[in-house]
Every structure is written in C-alpha cells, then in structure tokens.
C-alpha cells in the first residue's frame, strides 16, 4: 500500500505555468508505475499522463501531449507533473496514482487531489 499526498496546485491564467508534486510514502514506490489524472466539476475522471517505474516510458492524454510532462525522482519518492501552455478547460481536482498504466481503474492507490484553477 503507497499513500500519496499531491501538492502545488492553484489559480493561474492561461498561458502560465505550474508543477504539480506527488509523495509517495513506503518502500515500493521505487517500482511501481504512477500516473496523474484529474476530474472536471461534473465530468467523469480521465487519464492525463503515466510514467513507468523505472522512467524509460512515458505516455500522454492527446489533450496535454507537449504542455505537460511527467518526471519522477525514485530517491524522493515523488513525482512531478510540469504543467506549461495552461489553458481555462486544464481546471480540475488533479489526482496521482499508483501501481496502474492508462486506465484508471488499473490504479491501487490514490491521493486526495489537488485544485488547478485556470483563469484570466
């Protein structure tokens, strides 16, 4: 069991920048694939980005495909979402997971989510 604790959300207007971070706590997080998603008010949960255990593949919704950029450092247990080129319809609650690939019910753990407010 991973527990993850998402940080680094906020308000923002569109064009800029933020970088969303995600711990992980336990000793298996080394090996386990993580992947962030987030939720809309009154959509349903999507996929976003998913990086490999080892960081040798990673793989993008077509929606953030060269805006955002998922990066992982083993040795703090934490993984980053670089979120660039932020437009108002990237608004959502953003969610890390652990130990999935793309779907998300492919996913064990989940953190509480962090608010990402994209707005002139």
């Known amino acids: 069991q991973i527990q993850l604790t998402e940080s680094g959300g906020g308000s923002v207007h569109p064009g800029d920048s933020l970088r969303l971070l995600c711990v992980g706590s336990g000793p298996t997080f080394s090996r386990t694939n993580m992947g962030w998603f987030r939720q809309a008010p009154g959509k349903d949960r999507e996929f976003v980005a998913a990086i490999y255990f080892n960081s040798f593949r990673t793989y993008y919704a077509d929606s953030v495909k060269g805006r955002f950029t998922i990066s992982r450092d083993n040795a703090k247990n934490t993984v980053y979402l670089q979120m660039d080129s932020l437009r108002p319809e990237d608004t959502a609650v953003y969610y890390c997971?652990?130990?999935?690939?793309?779907?998300?019910?492919?996913?064990?753990?989940w953190g509480q989510g962090t608010q990402v407010t994209v707005s002139s």
């Open positions: 997971a652990a130990g999935g690939w793309i779907a998300a019910a492919s996913y064990s753990n």
